[in-house]
């Protein structure tokens, strides 16, 4: 935590970077043992509790515990909701519902559009 209180702005998501910002701090973690733990930078930076808009997931991949949460999620709760429970943005869910996992939240949901009927 201390080392997203000393770096201003955005913080690193990538490890050329954050080596860059770490050199002369031995007390901070190497890439390698973030990497091992927490499986991105992002994540680390989530984890250690740093705003949100400090960090970008931008390009994260999704991990299957998030993938079920969507799915059991999706036509229940909102996609705003259910970005914000897991930290992505509404683009990224409807994104990842519909090109990734063929679904939609309607049609998880047991409802049909009206397109959907009139067929």
């Not at 201003?8 to 701090?25: E, F, M, R, V």
Request: a positive charge.
């Amino acid at each position: 935590m201390r080392a997203a209180d000393e770096i201003k702005g955005p913080l690193p998501c990538c490890d050329a970077t954050y080596n860059q910002i770490k050199k002369g701090h031995l007390d901070w973690p190497t890439v390698h043992r973030v990497f091992e733990f927490f499986g991105s930078m992002a994540r680390a930076w989530l984890a250690a509790g740093v705003q949100r808009d400090r960090v970008s997931l931008k390009n994260i991949d999704w991990t299957p515990e998030e993938e079920t949460y969507l799915k059991e999620k999706a036509g229940i709760m909102t996609l705003v909701e259910i970005g914000f429970n897991l930290r992505r943005s509404y683009d990224a869910v409807r994104a990842r519902l519909n090109k990734e996992l063929k679904i939609t939240a309607r049609g998880n949901q047991g409802l049909f559009s009206a397109a959907e009927l009139s067929k």
